[in-house]
C-alpha cells in the first residue's frame, strides 16, 4: 500500500529513535475504508485500517500557532489490509502480538476493537526511504512479557469506523482524514449524501464480537 504519513515517524523535522524493544499500547484504530491500490500495474480495492500505538518513554515536541512547545509522547502506526488469510501482515502481526495462534473459529470472526488499549512490545527499527533519508519503522509486535509494567496511556483513546461516526473529527491526524476521504464509502457519501449508516451497509461488514475466551493472559 503507498499511503505515508507523518504518523509514521522519522520525518526531518522528528529525531530518529535508536533501534530496539519498546513498550507501547494501541491507542488509535481507524478504518480507512475500501481504497483503491496499484501494485506491478495491478489496481485492487482493499479494506484497509490504520493502527497506532503510544510508544512509552518516547516523547516530541509539539508547537502551537503561538510558538509554544509541549512535550508529548510518541506514537508511530501501521497501516493493514483488513484480513486474516494466512499470508496477511494483519494475521501476522496478530498473532506475534497476542503470543499465540489464532483458532478458525477466531479467523471467522475477529473484533478487531479488542485491539484499541492492548500493550505491546514493538520492534524500532530505522530504514532507508527510497529518497535516501532514514525513517523509524515498526519490524514487528509482540507479547508483553510476563511481570512487565505498562505505563497508563498518556494520549487519548481514537476510533473511527463508517459505521459509528457522521463526520471526521480533529482527534484524527490531517493525514489519516486524507486518506479516508479517498475511500469508497466518504465518495458515495458525498456524492449521494447517503448516512453513515447506509454507506457502511454497502461495504464489507466488519468481523462479529466474539465470546471472550478461557485464556485471560492474551492482551486481546
Same mark, same amino acid.
Given at each position: 500500500m503507498s499511503l505515508t504519513a507523518n504518523n509514521k515517524g522519522g520525518g526531518s523535522d522528528i529525531p530518529l529513535m535508536e533501534s530496539g524493544i519498546k513498550l507501547g499500547t494501541c491507542r488509535m484504530l481507524i478504518d480507512l475504508g475500501h481504497q483503491e491500490n /496499484?501494485?506491478?500495474?495491478?489496481?485492487?480495492? $482493499?479494506? %484497509? #485500517?490504520f493502527v497506532q500505538h503510544e510508544?512509552?518513554?518516547?516523547?516530541?515536541?509539539?508547537?502551537?500557532?503561538?510558538?509554544?512547545?509541549?512535550?508529548?509522547?510518541?506514537?508511530?502506526?501501521?497501516?493493514?489490509?483488513?484480513?486474516?488469510?494466512?499470508?496477511?501482515?494483519?494475521r501476522r502481526d496478530l498473532e506475534s502480538w497476542r503470543g499465540q495462534a489464532f483458532t478458525d473459529a477466531e479467523l471467522g470472526a475477529f473484533?478487531? /476493537?479488542?485491539?484499541?488499549?492492548?500493550?505491546? $512490545?514493538? %520492534? #524500532?527499527?530505522v530504514k532507508k526511504k527510497t529518497d535516501g533519508t532514514e525513517k523509524n519503522d515498526i519490524a514487528n509486535i509482540m507479547a508483553v512479557m510476563k511481570g512487565v509494567n505498562v505505563p497508563e496511556l498518556t494520549l487519548p483513546l481514537v476510533k473511527f469506523s463508517f459505521e459509528d461516526h457522521d463526520e471526521l473529527t480533529d482527534d484524527i491526524p490531517k493525514g489519516i482524514q486524507a486518506i479516508i476521504m479517498q475511500s469508497q464509502e466518504w465518495k458515495a457519501l458525498q456524492e449521494n449524501g447517503d448516512s453513515m449508516d447506509q454507506v457502511a451497509d454497502s461495504?464489507?461488514?466488519?468481523?462479529?464480537?466474539?465470546?471472550?475466551?478461557?485464556?485471560?493472559?492474551?492482551?486481546?
Open positions: /496499484e501494485w506491478k500495474g495491478e489496481v485492487k480495492i $482493499q479494506h %484497509q #485500517i510508544i512509552h518513554g518516547e516523547t516530541i515536541e509539539v508547537k502551537d500557532e503561538d510558538g509554544n512547545v509541549t512535550e508529548v509522547a510518541r506514537a508511530m502506526g501501521k497501516f493493514y489490509t483488513l484480513s486474516l488469510n494466512e499470508k496477511a501482515n494483519l473484533d478487531i /476493537e479488542k485491539l484499541l488499549g492492548a500493550p505491546a $512490545q514493538l %520492534q #524500532i527499527v461495504a464489507d461488514e466488519v468481523p462479529d464480537v466474539l465470546p471472550d475466551g478461557d485464556d485471560d493472559n492474551l492482551p486481546f
